[in-house]
């Protein structure tokens, strides 16, 4: 090591560099103005350097971490995610956790810290999968946190696996059908307003618990819409969400009659109010399957129904404000209530001939009151085909052109057969 001895003023400071190292060298000072004892404390400086590079002995930094107790690191630690502009409620859950681990896992300094006794504190536990994994996220996090500041070499807990939560969520959340929806808004009274509102916007609880009357732009009477602040949303970004005519309307409702000095649009009813109404409308809370119907359904029937009306994956993700498509797809997607049937029916047929099929198809089309469908895709030529349906009962002549190898106008036929969001 590269190390000189000066004096400033009247107190002895030493300059030092790793040979291995560039750049500017380092200073400290070694709090003396006796020549003598700087030499002593140079030397002992010098060969406690030495040794940390060598992986003799652990960084200073790390030793004095190592002494002090895990609390303290635990507050440093919350103080710096609050810091870092996360939410309070985020905060006090992490510390709320990481205290309850220190307690009951017998942790007093990092030293402490292990897999083996984090996992026999997870098999002591009756807590759901999910927030065990929370407990895991949350150490995790304080430990990663304190690699990187230098507090300790590596985290302890990183060889340890989550626990498999698919098929033992305690709380399986369902999409409302279109029935259930029309009875439940039906008997929700002054509470409809804010029900249409979670059902097309897809804003949580909270964020529809902030939204305030200066958010929402009604006057635009070309497209309404609502205006979250950054301030009130999950993931801290504004959101701009188009406003349904359903939900115009009953804001519209709403606002004429509320006292215009509250602020607030809503106050979001508690989960007891919120089964009353599921009671009057004859809807279960508990479905045959176990799963439930609560508040955040509104959010998955939002999603589910994004799905069914054929809106691209990458859209409605970005409809839900999601930052993993996994979410959308796999959590807030209620799959028993997807339109898998009537899409099997938009299959082309791999038997019938290509006037075979296009005959069926023409003369489901004509049926009086039937669904128009989809034309399957025709091998053969590229040149137009103009085939005329006949007149049955009351319905109306219809003419299909269909240019085989060209997917524009398959694409155009396809864009008949999507299904409405909640009317």
């Known amino acids: 090591m590269i190390n000189t001895l000066r004096k400033r003023g009247r107190i002895y400071w030493l300059k030092y560099r790793a040979h291995e190292e560039r750049g500017k060298p380092q200073e400290v000072s070694l709090r ?11 030397a002992e400086f010098v060969a406690e350097k030495e040794r940390e590079q060598a992986g003799i002995l652990a960084p200073k930094e790390m030793r004095v971490a190592a002494q002090r107790s895990l ?41 402490d810290v292990g897999a083996d006794s984090f996992v026999a504190w997870r098999a002591r536990q009756k807590m759901a999968p999910k927030t065990v994994n929370e407990y895991l996220n949350a150490a995790s996090g304080l430990l990663n946190w304190m690699q990187r500041n230098g507090r300790i070499p590596a985290n302890p807990l990183k060889v340890v696996g989550k626990v498999e939560m698919r098929g033992r969520e305690t709380r399986r959340r369902r999409a409302l059908t279109l029935d259930e929806l029309r009875r439940f808004l039906q008997v929700a009274g002054s509470r409809k307003a804010v029900y249409l509102t979670a059902v097309y916007t897809g804003l949580r609880r909270g964020e529809l618990e902030q939204l305030e009357w200066t958010d929402i732009h009604l006057d635009d009477v070309a497209q309404p819409f609502i205006e979250a602040r950054a301030s009130t949303t999950k993931n801290h970004e504004k959101a701009t969400i188009k406003l349904h005519g359903d939900v115009v309307a009953a804001l519209r409702e709403r606002k004429a009659k509320c006292d215009q000095a509250d602020a607030r649009v809503f106050t979001v009813p508690k989960i007891e109010t919120f089964r009353i109404d599921l009671d009057k409308a004859g809807i279960p809370y508990r479905d045959a399957q176990g799963r439930v119907a609560d508040f955040h359904s509104l959010r998955v029937t939002l999603c589910t129904n994004l799905h069914n009306a054929g809106v691209p994956e990458r859209t409605a993700m970005e409809m839900m404000r999601h930052s993993d498509r996994r979410l959308t797809d796999k959590v807030y997607t209620d799959t028993s209530k997807l339109h898998t049937w009537s899409a099997v029916d938009k299959l082309p047929s791999v038997l019938q001939t290509n006037e075979e099929s296009l005959s069926q198809i023409l003369s489901q089309s004509s049926v009086a009151g039937g669904q128009s469908v989809s034309l399957p895709v025709i091998d053969g030529d590229t040149e137009d085909v103009q085939i005329e349906a006949v007149d049955i009962g009351e319905c109306h002549s219809q003419s299909f052109s269909v240019t085989t190898g060209q997917d524009e106008k398959w694409r155009a036929q396809q864009e008949l057969n999507l299904q409405p969001l909640v009317p």
């Open 32 to 42: 003396t103005s006796d020549k003598q004892v700087a030499e002593k404390r140079r």
């Open 71 to 111: 609390t303290e690191h635990i507050d440093n630690f919350v103080t710096d995610v609050r810091a870092r502009g996360k939410a309070e409620k985020y905060a006090d859950n992490i510390e709320m956790r990481l205290n309850r681990l220190v307690a009951e896992c017998g942790w007093k300094t990092v030293r």
